[in-house]
Antibody
Framework: EVQLAESGGGVVQPGGSLRLSCAAS????????MNWVRQAPGKGLEWVST????????YYADSVRGRFTISRDDSRRTVNLQMNSLRADDTAVYYCAKQSLSLVRGIRHNNMDVWGRGTTVIVSS | DIQMTQSPSSLSASGGDRVTITCRASQTISSHLNWYQQKPGKAPTLLIYAASSLQSGVPSRFSGGGSGTDFTLTINSLQPEDFATYYC?????????FGQGTKLDIK
């Protein structure tokens, strides 16, 4: 069974740091890009970051670029999100999601087909 | 960035009804559009990818359509487990933006 499990959430003061991890099982981890998506309390979904299957490329939302760093360790089957200079508006449930690539009518499409249960980050003094 | 706008933001319906949710992109995204369902306190799950392809295991009462900038998610014969929040998401380019969500509740 394909599974993702996030960890590392907690309460941190503004300006502090936190490192989230996502452990993957049930699929060939190194073949897939991985995402972090967050959801502030009572709000919608916000894409945060993506790292490619090779780990060679990383992409970030403007709201976190320069403060967050995504990385992966294929030997440990984990994807991480290092979060620095945290702000109150970073408070959210953080989900990791596997990126699947599908070929539809000759065109490649990506989607987030498996999600973890999420880990909660609260930034508060 | 590509903006995704869903309508309506909320919708009340009864079991057995047919409902349609729309999603509009601020620029053309071809068919790079996914739909997700989220229930309270749970992670989202993928329903539809590439605008109209049904994810494995998703009931056939769910269907998606559209291309370019305008897309729809239709649920036929609503079941009790379908009352949830639905999000569209464009996968055309980063940042992978989501719509604001449509909350479907029981009338």
């Amino acid at each position: 069974e394909v599974q993702l499990a996030e960890s590392g959430g907690g309460v941190v003061q503004p300006g502090g740091s936190l490192r989230l991890s996502c452990a993957a099982s049930g699929f060939t981890f190194s073949n897939y890009a991985m995402n972090w998506v967050r959801q502030a309390p009572g709000k919608g979904l916000e894409w945060v970051s993506t790292v490619t299957g090779s780990g060679g490329s990383a992409y970030y939302a403007d709201s976190v670029r320069g403060r967050f760093t995504i990385s992966r360790d294929d030997s440990r089957r984990t994807v991480n999100l290092q979060m620095n200079s945290l702000r109150a508006d970073d408070t959210a449930v953080y989900y990791c999601a596997k990126q699947s690539l599908s070929l539809v009518r000759g065109i490649r499409h990506n989607n987030m087909d498996v999600w973890g249960r999420g880990t909660t980050v609260i930034v508060s003094s | 960035d590509i903006q995704m706008t869903q309508s309506p933001s909320s919708l009340s319906a009864s079991g057995g009804d047919r409902v349609t949710i729309t999603c509009r992109a601020s620029q053309t995204i071809s068919s790079h559009l996914n739909w997700y369902q989220q229930k309270p306190g749970k992670a989202p799950t993928l329903l539809i990818y590439a605008a109209s392809s049904l994810q494995s295991g998703v009931p056939s009462r769910f269907s998606g359509g559209g291309s370019g900038t305008d897309f729809t998610l239709t649920i036929n014969s609503l079941q009790p487990e379908d009352f949830a929040t639905y999000y569209c998401q464009q996968s055309y380019s980063t940042p992978y933006t989501f719509g604001q969500g449509t909350k479907l509740d029981i009338k």
